[in-house]
């Protein structure tokens, strides 16, 4: 008779290093806004943009105009399995457990941020598993998005302006997500007065665009479907699609947590016979841009 663990599924806590790891890597689970999510769909209310007016003494409150609303985030589970040999996990040199869980973490790292960021197709819930959710890029209208063949001073101001002149700026809560080939643009280029307009983060400090805070990811970037490469083949260093800059406020920029990055290894059928035990790792999570307008996107397009 096949044996079988069956242990619960183990969770990682914040703080742990596999946490830490995808926090470090994605770009989108680092700066958006988290949601406790106690269902697969939940509604997440939203505002419009409030106002206010003078009355004289004694006069009358107006009402405001404003409306309240919600949008629909639904959870999709982002899954790894791997096969690993007993006579490996015993091995003391070796901690196959922990390096399967970091290389996971940072596959996943990219994986999400493409399904957030840059997949050009609207989500269906029948084909979550290639257009998991609505991305910022497509969720964003062409008003709010710029196309060009170089990252130039300008087209990086350009971008930036899309969203500052416009009801859901806040420099507290802005952001910055770009891909890593902007690295090499951003440190050549000069304001006016000859400061750079990238400053790199030392001794723990952020780097910053024009001020802002930014990130990188591999996963800025547009794509037909989401992946842990969406370069293909060639990994996701190998960009296929156009390279994305996105500026916005993180308070739209909304990720669900229905259950954190967790694992279990067990046996079962086979396994059993062959000291092979099966390792699995999940994450539940949703996402949804909830003010498409809280955001600006310059895209760079092949010349």
């Not at 003494?57 to 790894?80: C, H």
């Not at 960009?239 to 990055?261: E, F, K, S, W, Y």
Request: net charge negative.
């Amino acid at each position: 008779m096949a044996s079988v663990n069956a242990d619960a599924w183990v969770p990682e806590e914040y703080g742990s290093e596999v946490i830490n790891r995808v926090l470090q890597q994605s770009a989108v689970e680092y700066a958006g806004r988290h949601y406790p999510m106690g269902s697969t769909l939940v509604e997440v209310p939203r505002i419009g943009a409030a106002t206010t007016v003078v009355v004289p003494k004694k006069g009358a409150y107006v009402d405001d105009t404003n409306t309240l609303d919600s949008v629909e985030m639904r959870a999709v589970k982002f899954t790894n399995a791997m096969t690993i040999a007993e006579e490996d996990l015993e091995d003391s040199n070796a901690d196959i457990i922990k390096a399967q869980q970091l290389s996971v973490a940072t596959s996943y790292a990219t994986h999400f941020d493409v399904a957030c960021l840059g997949t050009t197709a609207v989500a269906n819930p029948t084909g979550a598993a290639t257009v998991p959710f609505t991305s910022v890029y497509k969720a964003t209208g062409s008003g709010q998005k710029i196309a060009t063949t170089a990252a130039t001073y300008s087209a990086l101001s350009d971008a930036f302006a899309l969203v500052e002149g416009g009801a859901y700026w806040n420099e507290a809560d802005s952001f910055v997500i770009a891909h890593p080939k902007f690295k090499s643009v951003f440190r050549g280029i000069l304001d006016n007065s000859g400061r750079p307009i990238f400053v790199e983060g030392l001794a723990g400090t952020p780097h910053t665009l024009f001020g802002v805070e930014v990130r990188f990811s591999y996963g800025a970037v547009t794509s037909a479907t989401a992946s842990a490469a969406p370069g293909g083949a060639g990994g996701a260093a190998g960009v296929a699609g156009n390279p994305l800059l996105i500026v916005g406020n993180r308070q739209h920029l909304v990720v669900g947590d229905r259950t954190p990055m967790e694992w279990r290894l067990y046996e079962e059928g086979d396994s059993a016979r062959t000291d092979e035990p099966l390792l699995k790792m999940r994450a539940r999570k949703g996402f949804v841009v909830t003010r498409p307008e809280a955001f600006g996107i310059l895209e760079v397009t092949k010349s």
